[in-house]
């Protein structure tokens, strides 16, 4: 089992800044893919970004050019950067983890996922 711990999540001004930290625990303390999904008020699970153990990254359309995702294998620790916030990206963030690469962007791939930290953009 892994464990996932999300912090970071607050409320924010649109147009500003947030950074999600996921620190992961347990039998695989740095699993091969970590990652982020958002469920927003009324609506379905959406795929915001990944990065593999190596460092390769996948994003979702709708955050592209505005978040980052990084990781610190030392530390087993992924982090969200998010730039440039609009209301619509006010959800709840989930970190993810798989020991298997998949299809990234389907939530069924992960088999980790942590509680969720609320992020609120406000205009």
């Given at each position: 089992q892994v464990?996932?711990?999300e912090s970071g999540g607050g409320l924010v001004q649109a147009g500003g800044s947030l950074r999600l930290s996921c620190a992961a625990s347990?039998?695989?303390?740095s699993p091969l893919v970590m990652g982020w999904f958002?469920?927003?008020?009324g609506k379905e699970r959406e795929f915001v970004g990944c990065i593999t153990?190596?460092?390769?990254?996948?994003?979702?359309d709708?955050?592209?050019?505005?978040?980052?995702v990084s990781r610190d294998n030392a530390k087993n620790t992924q982090y969200?950067?998010?730039?440039?916030?609009?209301?619509?990206?006010t959800a709840v963030y989930y970190c993810t983890a798989t020991e298997i690469l998949g299809r990234v962007t389907d939530p069924s791939t992960?088999?980790?996922w942590g509680q969720g930290t609320?992020?609120?953009?406000?205009s």
């Open positions: 464990q996932l711990v347990g039998r695989t303390s958002r469920q927003g008020p153990w190596e460092g390769t990254t996948w994003y979702g709708a955050v592209k050019g505005r978040f980052t969200l950067q998010m730039n440039t916030l609009k209301p619509e990206d992960y088999d980790f609320q992020v609120t953009v406000y």
